[in-house]
C-alpha cells in the first residue's frame, strides 16, 4: 500500500517528516556527495526547511519512506533565486502562482520498476497539488540527465538559460507550465498515475 501524505514543515516530528529527511541524507548526501548540512548525523535539513515549505511524500503502510518533494513559495528566499540566479538569462519566475520544486527524492532502497511507479505517483501528485492551489507554474534546479527525464515526461516546459557546470555535471534551470491540460499531456506520455483513484493507484503500484 502506498499513503501520500502532504504537510507542512511544522509536523516534521511526524515519523513519515523523520522517514524523509533521513532518505534525504542516504540520497543526497551519502549517494551524491552533495555538500549539504546534516542534522544530528541522520537528516539531511537546510535553510529552506521553514514553515514556508510544503512537502509531499509517499510512504508505505509503516510510514517508511518511498519518495518526496519539496515545494518553496517563490515569493520568499529559495533555491534558484538564492543560489543558481544564473542559470537564468532573466531574472528567476517569482509570484504567488509559481513554486520551486526542490530535494524529489526515490528512496535508495527502491528496485528499478518501483523507482519508477514512485516516481510517477509523485510527478502526479504535484501536478494535483498545483491544480487544487492555483499554481501555474514549477521551477526547478536539475542536472543534465534529469532535466532530459523532467523534459520528456509530456507536459509543457523550458529551459530558462544554458546549463551550465556544477560539481560533476552540468546544471539548468527549467519553467514547468501547469494546467487543466497537463493531466492528460502527462497520461499521454505514461507518466500519470494518481493515488486518489484505487483502480489507478493499483495499477500504480504494480508498475
Known amino acids: 500500500m502506498v499513503q501520500l501524505v502532504p504537510s507542512r514543515a511544522d509536523s516534521s516530528s511526524h515519523v513519515a517528516f523523520r522517514s524523509m529527511f533521513a532518505a534525504r541524507k542516504r540520497v543526497f548526501v551519502d549517494l551524491l556527495k552533495w555538500d549539504l548540512p546534516v542534522l544530528n548525523g541522520q537528516y539531511e535539513v537546510d535553510q529552506f526547511d521553514t514553515p514556508n515549505a510544503r512537502y509531499i511524500i509517499l510512504v508505505d503502510k509503516d510510514l517508511g519512506h518511498l519518495g518526496s518533494v519539496r515545494l518553496l513559495p517563490t515569493t520568499r528566499p529559495h533555491i534558484l533565486d538564492s543560489l543558481f540566479s544564473a542559470l537564468c538569462a532573466g531574472d528567476p519566475p517569482r509570484g504567488p502562482e509559481i513554486w520551486e520544486l526542490t530535494r524529489f527524492c526515490l528512496d535508495r532502497k527502491l528496485r528499478a520498476k518501483e523507482r519508477r511507479a514512485i516516481r510517477n505517483q509523485l510527478v502526479t501528485a504535484l501536478v494535483e497539488f498545483a491544480l487544487d492551489n492555483g499554481i501555474e507554474t514549477f521551477t526547478c534546479v536539475a542536472e543534465a540527465s534529469w532535466l532530459q527525464q523532467i523534459l520528456n515526461f509530456g ?44 483502480e489507478t493507484s493499483a495499477r500504480c503500484a504494480n508498475g
Open 155 to 198: 507536459w509543457q516546459c523550458r529551459l530558462l538559460g544554458e546549463l551550465q557546470p556544477g560539481g560533476t555535471s552540468q546544471l539548468g534551470a527549467l519553467a514547468i507550465s501547469i494546467s487543466a491540460a497537463t493531466p492528460a499531456a502527462l497520461s499521454a506520455g505514461g507518466i500519470w498515475c494518481s493515488l486518489r483513484d484505487q
